[in-house]
């Protein structure tokens, strides 16, 4: 059964306090995986895909990068406008079109 | 990216009764797709829509208490049936393809 988990549950970053956040997956074949920003109250705003171990997406001050067991966003010298919580998704070769299996999330608080 | 919105964005309902959730896209999608969002916790796969024919369920959900309409390529109805408070989720609608999914912007539904 394919799986997607996320660490840390919760980051409390001072503004300009770089890190990282993980998602470690099991999937039989990865179609793709997908980074989201949920804001409360919202839903989920697309961020970035990555296909294939090596791949490495930027928007920002955001850059995912992807393994074939884990995948991380380094978060770089953040804002508070980067609080959010950040959630990521895989799409397997076998499953259904559409069937994304999310991790929980990790909630991300940067304070001035 | 294709623009999604929800109606309601909230509802308090009591128990026994039903809702319905409608979602509207503003261009033509093949499949629409309907999420739960529980607290805390990661997004679930309810169903997917395509026009013209039965949604398909994943498991753990059935068409009685969660029956879908799918009346053309823009529109979509998600009905929350005999509620009870295990049912108070955030739902969500999302369109998407092979690179991605969008989302809604969530329908919060407490059942006291």
């Known amino acids: 059964e394919d799986q997607v988990t996320q660490s840390p549950e919760a980051l409390r970053l001072q503004e300009g306090e770089s890190s990282s956040l993980n998602c470690s997956y099991t999937?039989?074949?990865?179609?793709?995986l997908f980074w989201y920003r949920q804001d409360p109250g919202k839903g989920p705003e697309f961020l970035f895909t990555?296909?294939?171990a090596g791949e490495e997406k930027e928007k920002e001050r955001l850059k995912a990068t992807l393994t074939k067991k884990e995948s991380f966003l380094h978060i770089t010298a953040p804002k508070p406008e980067d609080s959010a919580t950040y959630l990521c998704a895989v799409r397997s070769t076998t499953d259904s079109w559409g069937k994304f299996q999310f991790g929980a999330g990790t909630q991300v608080v940067v304070t001035p | 990216s294709a623009v999604i919105s929800q109606k309601p964005s909230r509802d308090i309902c009591q128990r026994g009764t039903s809702l319905t959730i409608q979602c509207q896209v503003d261009s033509q999608v093949t499949m629409m797709f309907w999420y739960r969002q529980q607290p805390g916790q990661s997004l679930t796969l309810i169903a997917t829509a395509n026009q013209g024919s039965e949604a398909t369920y994943e498991s753990g959900f059935v068409i009685d208490k969660f029956p879908i309409s799918r009346p053309n390529l823009t529109f979509s109805t998600l009905t929350v049936s005999n509620m009870s408070p295990e049912d108070s989720s955030i739902y969500l609608c999302s369109v998407g393809g092979q690179e991605t999914q969008y989302f809604g912007p969530g329908t919060r539904l407490l059942v006291l």
């Open positions: 990555l296909y294939s």
């Open positions: 999937v039989s074949g990865l179609r793709g």
